[in-house]
């Protein structure tokens, strides 16, 4: 079956650091969204990618999508306090939205 | 305000004892979902449903029901509960199948004893 692999489980940074966390399909995907769970709270919608080779901004974050449609990465350029959570991809098969396993960021002052 | 409403938001039960987790959105969306959230496992999708009268498995349906009876309603439901669906259990709803973000529910923590 279709699965999505997303990688660091963990990651630990100093603030001001740079993170970054990968996911990657087995198959094609239609599209693939990022998600991000505060702790103690649900997953919350960041962004979408559609177009192969797609990179998209917002503000601290960027999202790439890779140009064969299997994979996509979440870069954050000097991290914050603020961005302590996980970080879920989600791959678009059909009528199906698989999640990957997330990346667990924590942000040291 | 716009949202996707779970109850109860936390349920301790005993293994056998039937129980249903109500899941409703307001915003008229066509497309419904329920996964589990588990250490380690992320978010695995249980059911979902495309429309009204129409549900399909997704990953890990074993254990699990759903009915899409109405469009802004899709319970789940547990008929005989174990300890190994103990889990935190997340609604989704979605305009339609394919198209952008998913809304979550707050979430259901679920302890099966």
């Known amino acids: 079956g279709q699965q999505v692999m997303q990688i660091p489980q963990y990651q630990h940074v100093q603030e001001g650091e740079d993170f970054t966390t990968y996911c990657n399909s087995s198959?094609?995907?239609?599209?693939i969204q990022w998600y991000k769970q505060r702790p103690g709270g649900h997953p919350v919608f960041l962004i979408q990618?559609?177009?192969?080779?797609e990179v998209k901004k917002q503000k601290r974050l960027t999202f790439q999508f890779g140009e064969a449609k299997k994979n996509s990465s979440l870069h954050i350029t000097a991290t914050q306090t603020t961005d302590v959570g996980t970080y879920f991809c989600?791959?678009?098969?059909?009528?199906?939205?698989?999640f990957g396993t997330g990346t667990r960021l924590q942000v040291f002052p | 305000e716009a949202q996707v409403t779970q109850n109860p938001r936390y349920l301790i039960t005993v293994t056998g004892k039937k129980l249903t987790v109500t899941c409703s959105q307001n915003?008229?969306?066509?497309?419904m979902s329920w996964y589990r959230q588990d250490p380690g496992l992320g978010l695995r999708q249980i059911y979902y449903?495309?429309?009204?009268?129409?549900?399909d498995k997704g990953d890990v349906p074993e254990g699990y029901k759903v009915s899409r009876k109405e469009k802004r309603n899709f319970p789940l439901i547990l008929e005989s509960p174990s300890p190994n669906q103990t889990s935190l259990y997340f609604c989704?709803?979605?305009?339609?199948?394919?198209?952008?973000?998913?809304?979550f529910g707050q979430g259901t923590r679920l302890t099966v004893v």
């Open positions: 989704a709803s979605s305009p339609r199948t394919g198209s952008t973000e998913a809304f």
């Open positions: 198959t094609t995907l239609s599209n």
């Open positions: 990618l559609v177009k192969s080779g």
């Open positions: 989600a791959g678009r098969f059909t009528d199906k939205l698989i």
């Open positions: 915003m008229n969306h066509e497309y």
């Open positions: 449903s495309m429309n009204v009268e129409v549900t």
